[in-house]
């Protein structure tokens, strides 16, 4: 099965700290999805990027195709930062399996 | 308030019940997704519609699930005989697609269906 590998699974900073969070695939896609899950079940679509990088406020998402990798990073990081952040991944075959998704990085921003 | 809805919130169950979740997509949007989340593990996909066609289909949906979205609009998602591995958060998500690829388009996800099955 094609996996999508996220790490740290858990990460506890403190305000004002640069986050990385890492996520690794392990064939051709089609597009690549940061999303954000609050407490609750709520989830928000962050970036969808196939290359390159691209960048929101605070939130910046680069992708290398060729290493197969993307990283989400946050600068200045606040408390309401603090959330589970999934990658997930449209494979380029598509088919059956939709979009494939990582169990997700727990952030925790302390004050 | 003009995101996607998801209607009940909650749903306890017994085991061997049928239990039916609607969704209500953004109203412009074409595809709508079904998702299911376990405690502690990110989404998995069910399927898919494109306005009223189901087109994909995982290997994770059983005889027991069955999904409709009969005029394009809202959709159902039906579990037939429930059992106690179906509990989760099932996730209904909209987008707008451009391209034919499934993924390739912006997700908006509304707040889900807790399941519960005793």
């Known amino acids: 099965k094609n996996e999508v590998e996220q790490s740290p699974q858990n990460l506890t900073a403190q305000e004002g700290e640069f986050i990385t969070i890492n996520c690794s695939y392990s064939?051709?896609?089609?597009?690549l999805h940061w999303l954000q899950q609050h407490p609750g079940g709520g989830i928000v679509s962050l970036f969808m990027l196939s290359s390159g990088k691209k960048k929101h406020g605070r939130l910046i998402a680069t992708i290398n195709i060729q290493e197969k990798h993307s990283s989400l990073h946050i600068t200045a990081s606040h408390p309401r930062d603090s959330a589970v952040y999934i990658c997930a991944v449209a494979y380029s075959g598509g088919g059956a399996d939709g979009l494939t998704f990582g169990k997700g990085t727990h952030l925790i921003i302390q004050p | 308030d003009t995101g996607v809805s998801q209607d009940p919130r909650h749903k306890i169950t017994k085991r061997g019940q049928n239990v039916t979740f609607r969704c209500d997509p953004i109203s412009e949007h074409n595809r709508l997704y079904w998702y299911r989340q376990t405690l502690g593990q990110g989404p998995e996909f069910l399927t898919y519609?494109?306005?009223?066609?189901?087109?994909?289909k995982s290997r994770l949906l059983s005889d027991r699930f069955s999904a409709e979205r009969p005029k394009g609009s809202f959709s159902t998602l039906e579990i037939q005989r429930t059992e106690q591995g179906d509990s989760a958060m099932y996730l209904c998500?909209?987008?707008?697609?451009?391209?034919?690829?499934?993924?390739?388009?912006?997700?908006?996800f509304g707040p889900g269906t807790r399941l519960t099955v005793l």
């Open positions: 998500a909209s987008s707008l697609a451009v391209d034919r690829l499934i993924g390739t388009d912006t997700q908006y």
């Open positions: 064939v051709g896609i089609s597009a």
């Open positions: 519609f494109q306005n009223e066609a189901q087109l994909e």
